[in-house]
Structure formats: C-alpha cells, structure tokens
C-alpha cells in the first residue's frame, strides 16, 4: 500500500472539504430527521375533544376518537412546538409562538440539565407564550410583560376559573397566572427539571422529573408552591430498568400512570400506582416503545408513542389494544416518513459521499503509479560485481525517521482532541441515539490512527543486509529474515522474502535514500523476481505485515459499516 504517494496540496484541500462537507451533510440530515417524531401531546378541551399533537399540527377528534380537522400551527406562528400547549375554557389555546433561537450551546447545557440563563423577555414581536383561538387564528401575547420560555414548559390550565400554571422547567420554577397573563403569585424555586401539572383533589400535582417525585403544593395564590406531601413513583422494577425520570402522569380511573423515562428523556416506561400511591404493576408497551404522553380515553387511555409513529389505546387493567387510528393522524403520519425517508437519503448521500472519498485515497494508494526506481546507467560502480563475503547493511534515511515520528505524534495530539471534542458532545446530549452515532465514529478513528502508527513504526525500523547471494531483511522487532535473493519479490516500494518484508518507501517520502536503492540495493536484486502491486498486497496479508493488515482491516470496515448503515 502507497501510502507515500505524492499528492498535489490542492487535491489535498479538495478531500478535506469533501470530507467535511460529507460529514456536514449526513450530521446536519440526521438531526433534520430526528425533528420529525411522531405523535407526542395528547390532551383534551373543556369539550372533551380529543386532540394529537405532532411537529406543529394539532389533530382535532371528537370525544369517541372520530377524525374531525387538522390545525396547522404554523399559521399561528408557531414554528417548532416548544414545550406543553393547553386550553381554556372557551376553547382558547395557550402555546408558544415564534422560531426556535436556542443556540447550539443552550442546547447542549440542556442535555446537561444545567439551568436556563436565557431571558425571559421575547427576542421578537409575536414570538413568546401566546393565547390564540383555533377557529380565527387570531393570537395575543400572553402575561403581562410577554414572557418566551425558550426551553420546555408544563402547562395547565384550571378550568374553574382559567387560571394558569407553568412548570418552567430549564428554570426548575413553578409560576401561576391569571386569564389575562397576571402574575398571580412570585415564582416558587426548588424543584429540578419539572415537568407536568394537573391539579387533583384540590391540590397542584407536579412531575418533579430530576428529584424522582410527584410534588404536590399548594395551587392558592396567597401559598402558592407551598409543599403539602411528595410521593416516589420510581418502584424496584423501574430502578431496575433505568426508568427514574418522571416526566407525564395520568388519572385513570382509580389509578395513577406515570411515564417515567430513562436518562436521556427517552424509551420509558408506564408505571401503575393506585390511589394511595402503591406501585401496582407495568404497562406491557413494546420493548423499544418511547412514550410520551397519556389521555384518559374509553374508559381507558391513549399513549403516545414518538419514535414508532404510534399510539397505543389501553384499557384500564393494562391491556394494550389495536391502536388508536384515524386519517388525519394517518396523513401526517405519512408526511413525516416521507419527510424522514428524504433526510436519511441525504444523509446516506454523505455517507456514501465520505466513503467515497476514502475509497479513492485507499485506491490511489494501491493502486496509484510511482515513478520507477531506475539504475544510474552512468554510474560505474553499476558494472561492478557487487558480490561480497562482507555483509552489507542499508538503513531508512534517518532525517525520514524523524519526520515519520514527529507526523505520529502530531495525528496523535489531533486524535486526542478530536475523540475529546465528540466525547464531550456524546456526553453533553446524553441521548442514546447522538451516543450510538458519535462512539463509532471516535473509535474508527482510533482504530485508523492505531493501524497507522503500527505501520509506521514497522517501516522505520527496518533494515536490509547484503552477502554473496544472500539478502537479510530485519524487521522493527530485530528479527531477521536469511535467504537467496532468487527467492526475493519487490515491487516499487517493498522487498520481500518468504516469511518478512520490508518498505523502502517513496517519493515524497522515501524511507531509504533514494540513490541507496538506485545505486545499490536494486542492482544487488538483478536475480530476485519483480511483481505487481496486487501480488504484493497479497503477499504483505499473507504475512500479516501491518499494511496488509491494514488493508483488509479497512476494506472490511467499509463493507460492515455500508451493510449496517443500509439495514439499520
């Protein structure tokens, strides 16, 4: 393998910024794709009706589940659905206008759950909590200064008197407000990361994600927050399977359902207590199910299911039943597999793209010509019977072996940095699916960067001895190879005996002196036989030489990640 062969600095260039932009591509598709979930809030109006949540559209069924209409959100000025959405007794709804302008680094402080610092002041007109009727779609802001939470929100709304809660839940704070947008009461602090509300029983139940418990306070102005009692909903068999995170709950019938949700805020699991809050049993939801939301419905419930495009109807004693369908739901069902089928083709693109690229470098290092090593006719010393009882060694070049070193250390210090940057993010997000992207990719790049400096080492620490009709190859080990040099095949750039070989390198990077192997060491292999590239690549596997190695180790990386990345 010619991994010294010369190229031009603007091909250089042009692999580096094909290589970025491939990856760009396929990071930057696979994050479009993730934004098009399935169905996530399910909840109801003071009607009864139901409603199904996905992106910023708002399906509208009748109380039996009876398709009625679709709402686009977007026409209200909703661009991407941040946080809860409610309504008011009149039928209002409550819900978050404007464009997500959460920076790359909120996001990443979100995933590792520290609080929000962004300000609660709108960053432009129209955008921000906002009060809107579905019919007119006609919309106000909402409190009094407008208020834009930026990040995920509770909501709830009391229907007795249209008063309104908002669990602010990057801000770990519990706020209540009027009809109108009033502060009612100061904010309450002391929670982590809470998430639903629904007031029961006179009292305001909170899904205290972070501390593992519903929290239940006082829903009074004059008290608000106040904490009456908390509950664990975490049973053994949640512990058990990570499922510690309480992020939605339901009443159903006499019992209590709680989502609780694994460490990245994903795949839980719905966890049944009764009315005294005694741990009763599981819903038997698939294996790979992420849950969302719950509903009470037909005596029953509804639970939303973003990652398989579902929603479950279950009864009341836990039997999970054919799922609730309906063709609005359907129909943007099937915008968003036509949407998600388009992004992950783009990013198979870069994919392919990327492997593109380095198909063509492994190919050109195979495969590319060299200039052939050419004996100086004018030399007299080519006339010469360069036969000797003395034994004759020729070392790499030792200004080459420094730079091949200093070049080890320095794709070292990059790798180190580069595996520390995506580490971090794998970290930062604390999300399964950016980790099962990331881990990969940092350990390919290990493994490169480890066969690499294998290879190199190999190369430099070669020598090639001389006597009669003899050649001695030794090896980066120290051991040495004896035979007839009748019994020796080379090409441009290696020599190899039966059982070693040795790399002289080329140009721009020649391991030995190129007038070494013109003047010398060529002429010395007058009886040897001369072999193409391809037999010599079969020979360097033969011997597991760190290039064959290398060789098989790659083509077969990319055969098992092209078929993983097809069937995944």
């Given at each position: 393998?010619?991994?010294?062969?010369?190229?031009?600095?603007?091909?250089?260039?042009?692999?580096?910024?094909?290589?970025?932009?491939?990856?760009?591509?396929?990071?930057?598709?696979?994050?479009?794709?993730?934004?098009?979930?399935?169905?996530?809030?399910?909840?109801?109006?003071?009607?009864?009706?139901?409603?199904?949540?996905?992106?910023?559209?708002?399906?509208?069924?009748?109380?039996?589940?009876?398709?009625?209409?679709?709402?686009?959100?977007?026409?209200?000025?909703?661009?991407?659905?941040?946080?809860?959405?409610?309504?008011?007794?009149?039928?209002?709804?409550?819900?978050?206008?404007?464009?997500?302008?959460?920076?790359?680094?909120?996001?990443?402080?979100?995933?590792?759950?520290?609080?929000?610092?962004?300000?609660?002041?709108?960053?432009?007109?129209?955008?921000?909590?906002?009060?809107?009727?579905?019919?007119?779609?006609?919309?106000?802001?909402?409190?009094?200064?407008?208020?834009?939470?930026?990040?995920?929100?509770?909501?709830?709304?009391?229907?007795?008197?249209?008063?309104?809660?908002?669990?602010?839940?990057?801000?770990?704070?519990?706020?209540?407000?009027?009809?109108?947008?009033?502060?009612?009461?100061?904010?309450?602090?002391?929670?982590?990361?809470?998430?639903?509300?629904?007031?029961?029983?006179?009292?305001?139940?909170?899904?205290?994600?972070?501390?593992?418990k519903i929290h239940f306070v006082d829903p009074a102005s004059n008290s608000f927050g106040r904490t009456l009692r908390t509950v664990d909903v975490v049973p053994p068999e949640a512990e058990h399977g990570n499922h510690r995170w309480p992020s939605h709950f339901a009443r159903i019938g006499d019992e209590w359902w709680?989502?609780?949700?694994?460490?990245?805020?994903?795949?839980?699991?719905?966890?049944?207590?009764?009315?005294?809050?005694?741990?009763?049993?599981?819903?038997?939801?698939?294996?790979?199910?992420?849950?969302?939301?719950?509903?009470?419905?037909?005596?029953?419930?509804?639970?939303?299911?973003?990652?398989?495009?579902?929603?479950?109807?279950?009864?009341?004693?836990?039997?999970?039943?054919?799922?609730?369908?309906?063709?609005?739901?359907?129909?943007?069902?099937?915008?968003?597999?036509?949407?998600?089928?388009?992004?992950?083709?783009?990013?198979?693109?870069?994919?392919?793209?990327?492997?593109?690229?380095?198909?063509a470098l492994i190919t050109k290092a195979i495969l590319s010509p060299a200039s052939e090593p050419q004996v100086d006719e004018q030399n007299p010393e080519q006339a010469l019977d360069l036969r000797s009882d003395e034994l004759i060694w020729f070392e790499p070049d030792p200004g080459i072996v420094r730079k091949v070193?200093?070049?080890?250390?320095?794709?070292?210090?990059?790798?180190?940095?580069?595996?520390?940057?995506?580490?971090?993010?794998?970290?930062?997000?604390?999300?399964?699916?950016?980790?099962?992207?990331?881990?990969?990719?940092?350990?390919?790049?290990?493994?490169?960067?480890?066969?690499?400096?294998?290879?190199?080492?190999?190369?430099?620490?070669?020598?090639?001895?001389?006597?009669?009709?003899?050649?001695?190859?030794?090896?980066?080990?120290?051991?040495?190879?004896?035979?007839?040099?009748?019994?020796?095949?080379?090409?441009?750039?290696?020599?190899?005996?039966?059982?070693?070989?040795?790399?002289?390198?080329?140009?721009?990077?020649?391991l030995y002196e190129p007038k070494i192997v013109t003047q010398q060491l060529l002429p010395r292999l007058a009886s040897a036989r001369p072999v193409s590239r391809t037999t010599m690549q079969r020979m360097l596997i033969r011997l597991r030489h760190p290039q064959g190695v290398m060789l098989v180790v790659l083509l077969?990386?990319?055969?098992?990640?092209?078929?993983?990345?097809?069937?995944?």
């Open positions: 393998m010619n991994l010294d062969m010369k190229i031009h600095p603007a091909v250089v260039g042009l692999v580096i910024s094909l290589s970025v932009i491939a990856t760009g591509i396929k990071f930057w598709a696979d994050g479009e794709a993730l934004e098009y979930g399935g169905p996530s809030q399910l909840l109801n109006d003071s009607r009864g009706q139901v409603y199904v949540q996905i992106q910023n559209q708002l399906l509208e069924h009748g109380a039996d589940g009876e398709f009625l209409r679709r709402h686009d959100l977007g026409q209200l000025g909703v661009d991407t659905t941040i946080g809860a959405i409610a309504f008011f007794s009149n039928g209002d709804i409550l819900l978050r206008r404007g464009k997500d302008t959460r920076s790359f680094g909120n996001k990443i402080a979100a995933y590792q759950r520290h609080e929000n610092k962004s300000n609660l002041v709108p960053d432009s007109s129209g955008a921000g909590l906002a009060r809107c009727n579905l019919e007119t779609r006609e919309c106000r802001e909402f409190a009094v200064p407008p208020v834009d939470f930026k990040s995920t929100i509770g909501i709830f709304v009391d229907w007795q008197d249209d008063d309104v809660f908002v669990s602010d839940t990057s801000r770990h704070t519990l706020r209540k407000y009027s009809v109108d947008g009033e502060a009612l009461a100061e904010p309450v602090r002391g929670f982590k990361f809470p998430n639903q509300l629904l007031i029961a029983g006179g009292q305001l139940l909170v899904a205290d994600t972070n501390h593992h709680i989502n609780n949700m694994n460490s990245g805020m994903r795949n839980g699991g719905i966890y049944v207590f009764d009315s005294d809050w005694l741990y009763l049993r599981r819903i038997p939801l698939p294996a790979n199910a992420d849950p969302i939301s719950i509903l009470p419905f037909a005596g029953g419930a509804l639970i939303s299911d973003w990652d398989n495009d579902r929603i479950y109807r279950v009864t009341a004693s836990g039997a999970v039943l054919d799922d609730f369908e309906s063709p609005g739901l359907e129909a943007v069902l099937a915008e968003s597999r036509t949407a998600r089928t388009r992004y992950r083709a783009l990013s198979w693109m870069g994919f392919v793209l990327l492997a593109a690229v380095f198909i070193h200093l070049n080890n250390r320095l794709a070292g210090g990059a790798l180190v940095g580069l595996v520390a940057i995506l580490t971090y993010i794998a970290t930062a997000y604390g999300d399964p699916v950016v980790t099962g992207r990331i881990l990969p990719l940092a350990s390919a790049l290990v493994l490169i960067y480890a066969l690499i400096y294998w290879m190199a080492r190999a190369s430099v620490g070669t020598a090639i001895g001389f006597q009669n009709d003899d050649i001695i190859l030794r090896n980066h080990k120290g051991i040495e190879s004896r035979h007839p040099i009748k019994k020796v095949i080379y090409d441009k750039s290696i020599i190899a005996t039966p059982d070693m070989a040795v790399v002289l390198g080329q140009h721009p990077m020649p077969a990386g990319l055969v098992i990640g092209g078929i993983w990345y097809l069937l995944r």
